[in-house]
T-cell receptor, first 115, second 112 residues
Framework: EAQVTQNPRYLITVTGKKLTVTCSQN?????MSWYRQDPGLGLRQIYYSMNVEVTDKGDVPEGYKVSRKEKRNFPLILESPSPNQTSLYFC??????????????FGPGTRLTVL | GQSLEQPSEVTAVEGAIVQINCTYQTSGFYGLSWYQQHDGGAPTFLSY????GLEETGRFSSFLSRSDSYGYLLLQELQMKDSASYFCAVRDQSGGYQKVTFGTGTKLQVIP
């Protein structure tokens, strides 16, 4: 089954404790992206990647890191989480050539709480 | 920068037609997408307009006018399961047309 998976689905952590949210897709998509969703603000892009070893900042990259060492994986790293990073996070992927970047497939989401 | 405007909430009756508008201000423009998100779920892709005009997919249609920086999503024969949030999204010149910006979403409530 074609899908985007994220882990963990729920996470409660404390300020300053490094964490990684994993994202994996099995559709051989080139484009992958991370979003955060907060009430009233919609989805805001954190980072995106056009292919392996190619990443770039979205609209809200501060406090986040990403890596793209393999085509299927695109982990989101919070090296020193703070309470303002409490949010719902979505990973998404799309086939740059078939359907284009605009047809994104989203993972189930990760609800993160930073105390 | 870029900005998108959508109504925050819309209520419509089951079986009716509803239109959700999206206006955008961007530096350059590539295309307009629409996504649906049910409460507690992930966004799912609905439709994309790269050129002016109407795109139809079953009960859903999407329209784009590049000259007016405006688009809309049209939902026909509304069903209770259409109650969800709907987001428009654009790619524009910033980030070399690779960065995606979403609107804040329109919460559609379908009532009997």
């Amino acid at each position: 089954e074609a899908q985007v998976t994220q882990n963990p689905r729920y996470l409660i952590t404390v300020t300053g404790k490094k964490l990684t949210v994993t994202c994996s897709q099995n559709m051989n998509h080139e484009y992958m992206s991370w979003y955060r969703q907060d009430p009233g603000l919609g989805l805001r892009q954190i980072y995106y990647s056009m292919n392996v070893e190619v990443t770039d900042k979205g609209d809200v990259p501060e406090g986040y890191k990403v890596s793209r060492k393999e085509k299927r994986n695109f982990p989101l790293i919070l090296e020193s989480p703070s309470p303002n990073q409490t949010s719902l996070y979505f990973c998404a992927s799309s086939d740059r050539d078939r359907g284009g970047i605009d047809t994104q497939y989203f993972g189930p989401g990760t609800r993160l709480t930073v105390l | 920068g870029q900005s998108l405007e959508q109504p925050s909430e819309v209520t419509a009756v089951e079986g009716a037609i509803v239109q959700i508008n999206c206006t955008y201000q961007t530096s350059g423009f590539y295309g307009l997408s629409w996504y649906q998100q049910h409460d507690g779920g992930a966004p799912t892709f609905l439709s994309y307009n790269g050129l002016d005009g109407l795109e139809e997919t079953g009960r859903f249609s999407s329209f784009l006018s590049r000259s007016d920086s405006y688009g809309y999503l049209l939902l026909q024969e509304l069903q209770m399961k259409d109650s969800a949030s709907y987001f428009c999204a654009v790619r524009d010149q910033s980030g070399g047309y690779q960065k995606v910006t979403f609107g804040t979403g329109t919460k559609l409530q379908v009532i009997p």
